[in-house]
């Protein structure tokens, strides 16, 4: 007799959780590294048929065109690797979460802790270019960051803008260090290690080019109390 309940292919691979938006809040984000596009492709499929907010991350081109081949609809930031469906997000709840990228080269990182922050329902402010090398640039921004609930800084080089950042506002202070800089700078290892260094106390540090991290840890401090 054929098999009544025949084995989801997805399984061969993957296990989505479903439950997760209901049981933490926040529903599953897709990392796009080291799956197939294949393997992308039917994990979108089946994210539309259940209707799951889901961000995928760290998309290449031909992972990226897989999930748009069944989510024609989803964001798509090439910039930052990262696409979001339904497109809309949500409605804005809780504090405003401010996003600080030092210099341009770190706008990737930054967009896409900014579009985490924006597709888990809190507002968002990206503000860009304001490294420790012109202090005033930051300085003439503290209207800004003095009204956020949580601020993320995407740093490369030193790493040091999230301990100068800490040391003006009361909000805590995702940092994120990125892979910017020249050869000592070992790919994001110096900014890393200066932000687990910080003296500046209400600093959180996130892996090395983990903008959607930050932008999840900042997204939770910001959520309604």
Request: net charge negative.
């Amino acid at each position: 007799m054929p098999d009544e309940n025949p084995p989801d292919p997805l399984e061969e691979f993957a296990r989505l959780d479903t439950d997760r938006a209901r049981r933490r809040g926040y529903g599953e984000a897709v990392f796009c590294e080291g799956k197939t596009p294949e393997q992308v492709r039917a994990i979108a499929a089946e994210i539309g048929e259940r209707g799951l907010r889901t961000l995928f991350t760290r998309a290449p081109p031909e992972h990226a065109a897989a999930v748009l081949a069944v989510l024609p609809d989803a964001v798509h930031a090439e910039e930052c690797r990262l696409l979001a469906w339904p497109p809309a997000p949500p409605e804005p709840t809780g504090g405003l979460v401010v996003v600080l990228a030092a210099g341009t080269s770190d706008l990737p990182v930054a967009r896409e802790a900014a579009l985490t922050v924006t597709h888990l329902g809190r507002r968002t402010e990206l503000i860009v270019d304001v490294g420790v090398a012109g202090l005033h640039r930051i300085v003439a921004q503290l209207d800004h960051l003095c009204a956020a609930r949580a601020i993320v800084v995407a740093a490369g080089m030193d790493g040091a803008l999230p301990t100068v950042v800490a040391g003006l506002v009361t909000a805590p202070v995702v940092a994120v260090p990125t892979s910017v800089g020249y050869g000592a700078a070992f790919g994001g290892v110096a900014a890393l290690l200066t932000m687990l260094n910080s003296c500046a106390p209400g600093v959180a540090v996130v892996n090395i080019d983990n903008g959607y991290g930050a932008g999840h840890l900042a997204a939770q401090i910001a959520a309604p109390t």
